[in-house]
């Protein structure tokens, strides 16, 4: 029986391909990994110049002046210079970093400026719209109220001077204003104006109407004692207005009339029916 031999590959040539071969695949990787390092770097310069000029942009932004300021609104007593003035020390340090509520809070702190509103205009510009205060009564010496009865203080003006005059305890301002608003509701269809109206202690209010009649209307039953005055003048007293020189109100069902002679005095009992 014949035996066959396998045939045998020679040695040789399997020894010499595998050393060409990893060369080639470390070349592979080393041009691989060179290439993966030079994309990070390009990457991250790319980053950095970009970097660079957005904080230079940032910088120039923030630098960046305002050139003008637009002030609106209905101005009597208050100059635009000085609005202005108020304004541009809150701007040195540029457009995006000018703080508007600050600003608003100065233009409002202004003896006439009741409230402001500030915005930016871009490139470079500031809006600023305000609203004088509307006095409605006078305050002490200086002071006045305005429809809220908070108070604010300015120079004595003559365009102010006709207006009534409110005076009472610490903050009372504002129970005042409310008092002499109702008041002038009552007396107004009567043709009778308040020019004073003060409060004491005890919270009893006096009021003075033109024509220099005194009208005490006591801290209580505020609607039940005008509308028992309204009855009584348009009965009886506006007949005799140019005589009447006090009114009390401060009675249970009527009221106590002081004329300007000092014997005439006299008590009235008034009934109010529906009247309001």
């Known amino acids: 029986m014949a035996v066959m031999k396998r045939k045998q590959r020679p040695q040789g040539a399997r020894r010499k391909a595998q050393p060409e071969a990893v060369r080639t ?48 609104g209905k101005l009597e007593h208050t100059r635009t210079e000085a609005v202005q003035a108020t304004v541009q020390p809150a701007l040195a340090g540029g457009f995006l970093q000018a703080d508007l509520m600050r600003l608003q809070r100065e233009l409002e702190s202004l003896p006439w400026i009741y ?3 500030v915005r930016r205009r871009w490139p470079n510009a500031l809006e600023i719209h305000v609203v004088e205060q509307l006095p409605i009564a006078r305050w002490g010496e200086q002071g006045f109220l305005n429809h809220e009865g908070e108070i604010f203080h300015s120079e004595p003006s003559d365009a102010w001077r006709d207006l009534p005059r409110l005076s009472g305890p610490e903050r009372s301002n504002e129970a005042l204003v409310h008092d002499y608003q109702r008041l002038q509701e009552y007396l107004a269809p009567l043709n009778l104006t308040v020019t004073a109206l003060a409060s004491d202690d005890r919270g009893q209010l006096r009021a003075h109407l033109a024509g ?13 004692r005008l509308s028992r005055f309204i009855v009584l003048y ?3 007293l506006k007949d005799r207005i140019s005589d009447l020189a006090r009114v009390d109100l401060r009675y249970q069902r009527g009221v106590a009339v002081e004329f ?5 005095i006299a008590g009235f009992d008034v009934t109010v029916g529906t009247q309001q």
């Open 25 to 72: 695949s470390v070349i592979r990787s080393v041009v691989d990994g060179f290439s993966r390092w030079l994309n990070r770097l390009l990457i991250l310069a790319g980053l950095a110049v970009v970097g660079v000029l957005i904080a230079q942009a940032a910088m120039t932004l923030l630098a960046m002046p305002v050139e003008h300021i637009t002030v609106t």
């Open 115 to 117: 409230s402001a509103q």
């Open 212 to 224: 220099g009649i005194e009208l005490v209307v006591g801290d209580a039953d505020f609607k039940e």
């Open 260 to 264: 300007r002679e000092p014997e005439q």
């Open 234 to 236: 348009q009965k009886t």
